[in-house]
Structures are given as structure tokens and as C-alpha cells.
Nanobody, 129 residues
């Protein structure tokens, strides 16, 4: 049974930083990938950043490049999302998801929820001006 669990959300002031963690469990395959997604109030879910846990291939949404960084610790089965220079537009619920089958890394960040094999409960990120 595949599972992922997020941690690290909270409140930050504009210009501040937060680091989110997503830990996977139940994966028996070596090849899997983790993606970060977010949803602001009244907005559609969007893919933020994704990483393949073996090779470390990464994707970051264009508008977030330079501020957000994704990394991994394969042994800990954990992917990290480092978010810097936060703005109020970054406020939302951040979810992580995982998948074992994909073609390209950017495809993972564009997958609808039902295509992901594991989905977390989400962690709230609130950025105050």
C-alpha cells in the first residue's frame, strides 16, 4: 500500500522561507517519483515541482524557478521542497503525490490526482504580507 505524508507547512512572512518534506512508504519498486502540488483558495490545483527519486531528474514550474528548489534523500524516501522569497500568492495547501510509471518528468507534475498512486493529506502554507 503506497503512502506519502507531507510535513513542514506553516506560516511565514513575505520574503521568508519554508521547507516541506514528503516521505513515501510502501513502495517496493526502486523507480518512483514524487511530485508537489498546491491549491490556493478558490483556485485549481497546480503542479509545483517533481523529482524522480532514483535519478534525481527534476521539474519546477517556470514561474517558480529561482525561488523553489526540489531535492531528495533516496535512503530516507523523502523529497524536499525548499521555498524561498515567499509571497502571498504562495499561500495554499501543498500536497505531495507519488507514481511509479511515467514517461517524462514534467508529465508527473501535470498528472491529475487519479493517475497518482499515492496522495497525501496536504499541509497548509500561509504567507502573510
Amino acid at each position: 500500500h503506497f503512502r506519502v505524508e507531507e510535513s513542514g507547512g506553516g506560516m511565514a512572512q513575505a520574503g521568508g522561507s519554508l521547507r516541506l518534506s514528503c516521505t513515501a512508504s510502501g513502495f517496493t519498486e526502486d523507480r518512483y517519483a514524487i511530485g508537489w502540488y498546491r491549491q490556493g483558495l478558490g483556485e485549481d490545483r497546480e503542479g509545483v515541482s517533481c523529482i524522480t527519486m532514483g535519478e534525481g531528474r527534476t521539474y519546477i514550474k517556470d514561474s517558480l524557478k529561482g525561488r523553489f528548489t526540489i531535492s531528495k534523500d533516496y535512503a530516507k524516501k523523502t523529497a524536499y521542497l525548499e521555498m524561498n522569497n515567499l509571497t502571498s500568492d504562495d499561500t495554499g495547501v501543498y500536497y505531495c503525490g507519488a507514481v511509479t510509471d511515467w514517461t517524462t518528468i514534467d508529465e508527473i507534475c501535470k498528472m491529475p490526482k487519479y493517475e497518482l498512486e499515492a496522495w497525501g493529506q496536504g499541509t497548509q502554507v500561509t504567507v502573510s504580507a
